[in-house]
């Protein structure tokens, strides 16, 4: 949700001295009641109306302690993989992943595992006998 402009913020308060209700102020600018009750208590705690957009959102994990030591261990090997790398930090591959790609690396690949094909009409049958060594069976029930 986007933040009150501070425009609006200023027209609020300046109502809120002239007597107004905290109803009255948020149906004529179309906010909710909370909201314009929290603008007039933030100006009261900070004495400011610009908002606190640089709060909002989660915080990154990526600390400037741990993205020195990612650094250095890529450094040492450039071809380590997301889950060697996860074992010295005791994180997930996904945080890793996140976290190799604001620094601007990309992901070893495994070449061990092949991508998969997708199933086409009979043709996953015939892929399975193939690598199974022998006939695919109907399934039960069906003749032909």
């Known amino acids: 949700m986007k933040a009150i402009p501070v425009t609006v913020r200023e027209r609020s308060l300046k109502l809120y001295e002239q007597g107004k209700g905290t109803r009255e102020i948020a149906s004529s600018f179309g906010y909710c009641v909370a909201a314009v009750r929290r ?3 933030h100006f009261k705690e900070r004495g400011t109306l610009e908002p606190q957009t ?13 993205q020195a030591r990612l650094e250095q261990l890529l450094a040492r090997r450039p071809d380590a ?3 060697e790398l996860g074992a010295q930090f005791s994180r997930p591959t ?18 061990a595992r092949r991508r998969a094909v997708a199933a086409r009409r009979g043709g996953a049958k015939q892929a399975m ?16």
Do not use: F, M
Not at 94 to 111: E, H, I, P, Q, V
């Open 54 to 66: 640089h709060r909002c959102g989660r915080k990154t994990l990526l600390t400037e302690a741990r």
């Open 129 to 144: 006998a193939a690598t199974a060594g022998g006939r695919a069976r109907p399934p039960a029930g069906v003749r032909g």
């Open 94 to 111: 996904s945080t890793l992943d996140l976290w190799l790609a604001r620094l601007g690396w990309s992901c070893k690949k495994n070449a």
């Open 39 to 41: 603008v007039r208590q």
């Open 81 to 83: 993989t997301l889950a």
